[in-house]
């Protein structure tokens, strides 16, 4: 019975990723149409879809403290509904704007609610899960997500912008009904009444503690090099394109497509090499190493080349992006049952949310290095730290989660 209410708590969890992605996948697809149909064109549409862009990730930095706190004290199941919730009526309404502030104010509260999503789903997996098999579990959340990822880019590409909002708010009201008849882990719940006088959800906890601090730095570092990827060489294709002179229009939705189809092969496959190796470090490091030798080689391959050739090696670029999901679970892994939601979204976000600094430093070099330029020194930077941060972090394989974060440290 056990593993019959795991194995659906999980597929209800991986549509919640499923839902994630496919709002961030749109936003990027739909961003140059979208802010046409409101009247930004020209060289606007790219500063103001960058504003765009950050206000939609600061509001998943928001919403990943709010939604981590809810869900190590009200609990997963609580987390996952509100989240949802906010997100399902945010891109509802996406679908009706008509101005640059209520567009930006839309994309904030859809990013805060997308926020919960991720790091609640894998803590559930992770907690329902044995140790020996709970890597898999966050691989299967990441492939069903990736899903959501190509159904956005192939939905964007056949419907006007407007619809595929709406039928992004749609598919997240109909998740809640799925939602109803899931509940928390056992191991949450007995932690919880065991442990009724612990911090659960505390930030004091979580940040007033030099060695949990320690542990949420390299962490967050490790995962940048997937926002590069995911929020500059991809949001930003067309005009890549434009700048490695290849032959005909590159488009940003068929460039995310191509990105997110390798990236869901490679969390598959970065998953299965933690297992096998039983290490998520170096199952991590691989793909990190694979992922940042094509991403910064790719424009000396490129230049001039065919728009085919340009979305195969987005592809290959995202096959080695794809190890959010191990990484995710990794952190998860990393912190007691009482502040693992809130780790684990926190961190989570705030990886989402390195795409505002990364773009605003790619804009800065954009008018001395060029576009290409820009995009690999920004690239060589993301590359650098994330190689460093995970190196720093402990390895979680096989590691017991049912403990508490203690006030002494």
Not at 7 to 12: L, M, N, T, Y
Request: hydrophobic fraction near 50%; include cysteine; proline fraction near 3%.
């Amino acid at each position: 019975m056990k593993a019959i209410f795991a194995q659906k708590a999980i597929r209800v969890a991986a549509l919640g990723y499923f839902v994630d992605l496919y709002d961030l996948v749109l936003y990027g697809a739909v961003r140059l149409e979208s802010l046409r149909g409101i009247g930004i064109t020209g060289e606007a549409a790219f500063h103001e879809g960058a504003k765009l862009l950050n206000l939609q990730m600061a509001g998943m930095v928001a919403g990943g403290f709010l939604f981590g706190i809810l869900g190590d004290r009200m609990g997963r199941k609580s987390a996952l509904f509100g989240s949802i919730l906010l997100y399902s009526t945010a891109t509802f309404l996406n679908a009706w704007v008509t101005d640059l502030p209520t567009y930006g104010a839309l994309r904030f509260l859809a990013g805060c609610g997308l926020a919960g999503e991720l790091g609640v789903a894998v803590t559930l997996a992770n907690e329902l899960l044995p140790a020996t098999t709970r890597g898999m579990g966050s691989a299967w959340i990441a492939t069903i997500g990736f899903f959501g990822a190509a159904c956005s880019s192939m939905i964007s590409s056949q419907l006007p912008w407007r619809t595929a909002y709406a039928i992004g708010g749609l598919l997240g009201f109909a998740l809640l009904l799925a939602r109803v008849r899931i509940f928390d882990p056992d191991l949450f719940l007995r932690a919880k009444q065991a442990g009724t006088h612990a911090n659960w959800g505390s930030l004091r906890l979580l940040f007033g503690s030099p060695s949990r601090v320690l542990r949420l730095i390299p962490a967050i570092l490790a995962g940048v090099p997937i926002w590069y990827v995911a929020g500059i060489l991809s949001y930003f294709a067309p005009e890549l394109g434009k700048a490695l002179e290849i032959e005909g229009d590159v488009s940003a939705g068929t460039t995310i497509f191509c990105g997110y189809a390798g990236a869901m092969a490679g969390d598959i496959a970065c998953g299965l090499l933690s297992q096998h190796w039983k290490s998520r470090k170096r199952a991590v490091l691989a793909f990190m190493l694979l992922g940042g030798a094509l991403a910064l080689g790719h424009p000396w391959m490129l230049r001039g080349a065919p728009p085919w050739l340009f979305y195969a090696v987005q592809g290959l670029i995202g096959f080695g992006n794809g190890y959010f999901a191990t990484l995710v679970a990794w952190v998860s892994e990393s912190f007691g049952t009482n502040l693992r939601v809130t780790a684990t979204s926190v961190i989570a976000n705030l990886i989402r949310a390195s795409v505002i600094p990364l773009t605003m430093g790619f804009r800065t070099l954009i008018p001395s290095l060029g576009w290409v330029g820009a995009s690999v020194a920004v690239g060589t930077a993301c590359f650098g730290v994330g190689l460093w941060g995970t190196r720093k972090m402990e390895e979680g394989f096989n590691k017991d989660l049912n403990y508490l974060e203690q006030d002494a440290v």
